[in-house]
């Protein structure tokens, strides 16, 4: 396990000890927009031992799209899925010398609450921690080899970003349609996804854009 993995976990704990925001819902322009869209892409340290070796790197692109619902100005519930593909060279039994291509794919899914720090629709940063559960299926194919694929047992997902407000930066001329509110966000991810005790999950770090839509 990474070092920075516990450090992720208790920044998110401590995110999580905060109380609700009592004067949020005094903000009824928060309650606009309450379905959610996010796009995102970054990078992913896996889990896995000797994945450098394997890859040539310790990372590997990364990318998500996630839905949500908020059901109060400072919680709501997301599902998101997620795609890694690396290609690397296996090693060989006999020498331990390069061997054949390999490439391996995930498709994490994760579905959890988000906690959202927001005091009125005008805010310009919005820091949140999300906490819930993930699983993934997985696919490695070795030539000459095979392939081999299977979903892993579910894992503790949890997350901590912060929003930055596109309407506060630049204002829409009408707001009288269906997106009521873009955000752009950066997030630090970490999840569990073990298969034979063997860890597939990571720490990712990506950058999006979040879409608030509502009703006209």
Known sequence: ???????????????????????????PDIGAGRWMVELKAGHIRPALEEYEQFYGDDDTGYYGVAFGYRFSP??????ETQYLHDNGRGRLPSTGGPGAPVEYTLWPAHVFAKFRLERNSNQLFVPYAGIGIARAYYK?????QG???????????????VEISMNRVDPPADDTGALKRTYLFIEAQDFEATVDDVDLGGEGLLIGFRFELGNR
């Open 74 to 79: 400072w919680l709501e519930i997301d599902a």
């Open 147 to 161: 392939e081999r694929d299977g979903t892993t047992g579910s894992g503790l997902s949890v997350r901590v970003g």
């Open 1 to 27: 396990m990474h070092e920075q993995r516990p450090t992720l976990r208790a920044a998110v704990a401590a995110a999580l000890l905060l109380p609700p925001l009592a004067n949020a819902a005094d903000d």
């Open 140 to 144: 490695q194919d070795i030539e000459l």
